[in-house]
């Protein structure tokens, strides 16, 4: 007589916990992703002064403007001229300082804001080489005195990113590690209950492998369940997310491509994870029962 054998029956529970742990790792994930978007846009919006020679005409300057401007690491440049400078600090002091003290003393610049794709975040002595290349490169230009910018700040985003991409790269290998522990107890205990069936298919001299399938086979669907519904579950919450508390827009259709990405991978690891925990319960209480007998 063939016995079916349905691990699953009556334990939802194990799809609820694959549930939660693909939710609490797509929610990494999030924050992983928008933790980096928002440090790539903050760093581009970081302002590199080039100070300029003050007797620079504004044709020549307009030239060196379209020659920075060509550099593959440079997102965007402004040329201020004195004049420019003068009133904007006017305008910062509201007050005419220039008929004050009779002069202008400001110098024109260049105010560049750089690609972050360009600049690889390659740290030698604690200082960034990519940005003290492009420095030393637009510092050999002509009317070019130096370049200047918010060095702190700099290192301080960088950091910043570094220390939570590592605290949840380390949260989410625990997260992993503890949920194949956690899915395997509750399929222990399910196979338990289908001692009886799994004894009398060794008797007969079914091979390991035969007894493992349905098992595997059926914790390949419950991983794939799990993980859209940790999936569906998000985009509720991304969705609520969006419209109370952030003021950002998240739904923005340039973040789909990379959610679309997450969902994926949110998948392989559900099937992975599920595949995992029913494989280790097996073999483990497999072994356990060629012991005792």
């Avoid at 008929?99 to 750089?114: A, E, K, Q, R, T």
């Avoid at 079914?206 to 086979?217: D, E, L, S, Y």
Wanted: proline share 2%; glycine share 4%; with cysteine.
């Amino acid at each position: 007589m063939k016995q079916k054998i349905n691990i699953w029956e009556n334990h939802s529970a194990t799809v609820l916990s694959i549930t939660l742990v693909l939710f609490l790792l797509g929610l990494c994930l999030l924050v992983e992703y928008h933790s980096y978007r928002t440090t790539h846009d903050m760093q581009e919006r970081i302002t590199y002064k080039v100070d300029l020679e003050p007797d620079i005409s504004d044709e020549v300057a307009e030239l060196l403007k379209m020659k920075i401007e060509t550099l593959p690491e440079v997102k965007h440049v402004d040329y201020i001229s004195r004049e420019k400078a003068a009133e904007i600090f006017s305008e910062e002091l509201n007050d005419d300082f220039v008929s004050f003290i009779g002069y202008n003393p400001l110098y024109p610049s260049m105010m560049v804001n750089l690609k972050v794709d360009y600049l690889p975040e390659v740290r030698q002595n604690g200082r960034e080489e990519s940005i003290e290349h492009f420095t030393q490169k637009v510092g050999r230009f002509d009317y070019v005195t130096g370049v200047t910018y918010q060095e702190t700040v700099v290192h301080e985003l960088n950091d910043v990113f570094y220390k939570i991409t590592w605290f949840l790269v380390i949260f989410m290998a625990l997260l992993f590690i503890i949920s194949i522990l956690m899915v395997s107890s509750t399929i222990r205990i399910a196979l338990y209950s289908q001692r009886d069936t799994i004894r009398t298919m060794q008797l007969v001299g079914a091979k390991r492998r035969f007894i493992a399938r349905p098992f595997v086979a059926r914790s390949i669907w419950y991983g794939l369940l799990g993980a859209i519904i940790a999936i569906a579950v998000l985009a509720i919450a991304m969705g609520a997310i969006d419209q109370s508390l952030m003021g950002r827009n998240l739904l923005d259709p340039t973040h789909l491509i990379w959610y679309g990405g997450i969902a994926v991978l949110i998948v392989v690891i559900g099937i992975a994870l599920s595949y995992l925990s029913t494989l280790f319960a097996v073999n483990s209480h497999l072994n356990k029962a060629n012991k005792s007998h």
